[in-house]
């Protein structure tokens, strides 16, 4: 009713100071467009989280081909694969009786350079299967797969353990992504930080005041081939919708599928339904200065759709970060 259970004077809180970039938050939502989806920008400096939009941190999901950053991570350390190695063209990969299709049942492959640059499932998937699931396992927990999250609100991005992942076809799936790989777009925008760094992951974090610690994951060599195989994504690849004008742009799609679409009765929907679409992404590449991850549920193609939303955010962060 009306009587007054207790008074207080009001007191001035203390500031409360975060990482948020207000202008790239902004991006971040005007590039998600209200789409269901998330988008993540980090400086890869540092690991400050600069925006955060939709469910940039909260629902995991299978991250594609995004993944193959930490596959030719675990296959360059092993020694397993050069950038100039040729591989036959096909349109898939045959795995146990069951063939794993290139993205649009396309044929790519060539030199190893070219198939990163194209995202081929059929290089990627008989590759996982020659590094094996413990060395997948251990790079993808580097990167920070199966870490205990740090933001609040956050939910782990996860794969099993390598003793869960057990025959050729699991590790191939696990290899380009599939499987029981999930993540999110603040993940692989620390991924895209990581290879940023020359190798160095600085996790994720709001506190402004709270710089976090460098990590090394891989090596300088290995993060600065990677970085460079990211360039050509941009430059001729998958992610060419990425593009900046008169600025390296190291990018890299992703395309995973939802459902199982084996079988005669079991066609994937042509309206790209079936597929959630990623970018991870940072640039400048030689001097990076903003990092980015991207994702769409249900949405098609990442390089149709993730890239360009990715490039809206990268534009603006490159304005803002001088």
């Known amino acids: 009713g009306r009587r007054v259970l207790a008074r207080a004077r009001p007191r001035e809180a203390p500031p409360v100071q975060t990482t948020i970039d207000t202008r790239l938050q902004e991006a971040a939502v005007i590039a998600l467009a209200g789409r269901f989806g998330g988008i993540a920008a980090l400086d890869p400096r540092s690991g400050a989280i600069l ?5 940039a941190f909260s629902a995991p999901q299978p991250p594609g081909s995004t993944f193959k950053i930490v596959t030719t991570t675990a296959a360059l350390e092993a020694g397993v ?16 009786g069951v063939e794993l299709e290139n993205a649009g049942g396309e044929s790519c492959g060539g030199s190893f350079r070219d198939s990163f640059a194209h995202s081929c499932n059929s290089v990627f998937a008989p590759l996982g299967v020659k590094v094996g699931a413990q060395r997948l396992v251990d790079a993808a927990e580097r ?4 870490a205990e999250p740090t933001i609040p609100g956050e939910v782990a991005s996860t794969l099993p353990p390598a003793s869960e992942i057990r025959t050729p076809l699991e590790i191939g799936s696990t290899a380009i992504g599939q499987g ?3 993540a999110t777009p603040l993940r692989l925008a620390s991924a895209a930080q990581v290879i940023a760094a020359d ?5 994720p974090t709001l506190a402004a005041d709270e710089p976090a610690d460098p990590m090394r994951v891989t090596s300088r060599g290995v993060a600065r081939t990677i970085g460079s195989l990211m360039v050509d994504v941009v430059s001729y690849g998958t992610g060419t919708a990425a593009a900046i004008g008169g600025v390296k742009v190291a990018g890299k799609t992703g395309t995973a599928e939802l459902e199982d679409t084996r079988g005669p009765n079991a066609a994937p929907p042509t309206d790209g339904s079936n597929t959630d679409a990623w970018f991870a992404a940072f640039a400048p590449a030689a001097r990076p200065r903003i990092a980015v991850g991207v994702m769409f549920v249900r949405a098609g193609a990442g390089g ?3 890239a360009p939303a990715a490039r809206v955010v ?3 962060g490159l304005k803002a970060r001088r």
């Open 51 to 55: 925006a955060l939009a939709g469910i």
């Open 81 to 96: 694969v050069k950038p100039t190695d040729e591989f036959p063209v096909e349109t898939a990969a045959t795995i146990d």
């Open 143 to 146: 990167y920070g797969w199966n």
């Open 180 to 182: 029981k790989v999930l």
């Open 199 to 203: 190798g160095v992951r600085y996790e």
């Open 304 to 306: 149709a759709t993730a």
């Open 314 to 316: 990268l534009e603006d």
